[in-house]
């Protein structure tokens, strides 16, 4: 019954643009700026940045479609939906970008003044995710030669846990911070946050390297699954990881007496990812990968919505 549904998903054109065309993306980033800033104490944004994580999103990840060759190839469904729909996306990808530098403006604009007092902390964290991103796709030209961060495969899952978790963590807290005038302080319950959608992110990614695995073992790119094999990366590292993150989670809501409703929300998404990594021993479909995996994202940013605003 599930791959039933399954494979019916995979001939809605509109399911197809919502998850191939990285608008779930976008939706999840969105939702766990959200969180963040909930769990932060801090005031949700304006529509502006959310706005811009939006359409910033949705720019990084269908880069790896716009930059790269795609084939008409039935074997990769989401290889073949770009190719046959190559200049519906190009102009979608042109006007997120224009939206995204249309935003950034505006909120530099509105804040020039704020800007010019920033201290170095500040000036690091907002430029240390964009460079990272943009070295996850690299430099192709005649002086460096073509390089990119996405070609190390076991790095490449921790560059996109590491550039999510600044989005959603610092940025949303920075932006409030540049738009009020005042200076952004790291935190204990910050730093925790963060760590902890780096590694929940991370973790999503290594299982979505799942589906490569057959591709990533032929080209030799020395993913995580191909380095470790299918059966060790599930039950040796991603597991285990899962159950640290459970651990220092639990550890950390005890410190700031969290009631247990709220800890038993929030344990929801590392309940999740351990059964779906456990599940992965069977071979899944593209949108299996894109709702019940990328899924987790929102699923997690929902629970955490839901702890604060009821507890």
Not at 282 to 296: A, C, E, K, P, T
Request: aromatic letters at 20%.
């Amino acid at each position: 019954m599930f791959s039933f549904k399954m494979s019916r998903l995979s001939t809605n054109k509109y399911i197809k643009l919502f998850f191939f065309g990285n608008y779930f993306y976008a939706v999840c980033a969105v939702a766990l700026s959200i969180e963040a800033s909930l769990q932060q104490h801090y005031p949700l944004n304006n529509l502006l940045y959310y706005i811009l994580a939006f359409s910033s999103t949705i720019v990084f990840y269908t880069n790896a479609y716009i930059l790269t060759e795609v084939s008409d190839d039935i074997a990769n469904i989401r290889s073949m939906w770009y190719a046959r729909n190559k200049k519906f996306m190009q102009i979608n990808q042109v006007f997120f970008f224009l939206i995204t530098l249309l935003c950034a403006g505006l909120f530099l604009i509105r804040n020039f003044e704020n800007f010019l007092v920033m201290n170095s902390v500040e000036w690091f964290l907002l430029f240390i995710f964009p460079i990272s991103s943009g070295l996850y796709y690299g430099v192709d030209n005649k002086v460096l030669g073509k390089r990119n961060l996405r070609n190390v495969g076991w790095l490449k899952p921790f560059i996109i846990g590491f550039t999510w978790a600044g989005l959603v963590n610092i940025y949303p807290v920075l932006y409030s911070c540049i738009e009020d005038g005042t200076h952004f302080h790291p935190t204990f319950v910050g730093a925790f946050l963060f760590l902890k959608n780096f590694m929940f992110i991370t973790i999503l990614c290594i299982l979505f390297d799942i589906k490569d695995y057959a591709m990533d073992y032929n080209a030799q790119l020395k993913t995580l699954v191909v380095k470790l094999g299918l059966r060790r990366t599930i039950f040796y590292f991603i597991i285990p990881l899962c159950f640290v993150g459970l651990g220092s989670f639990l550890i950390y809501a005890f410190l700031l007496h969290f009631s247990i409703l709220k800890m038993l929300i929030n344990t929801i998404p590392f309940v999740l990812i351990i059964t779906v990594a456990y599940s992965m021993h069977s071979r899944r479909s593209i949108f299996y990968y894109l709702i019940i995996i990328d899924g987790l994202m929102l699923v997690k940013a929902l629970c955490g919505i839901t702890a604060m605003k009821l507890f």
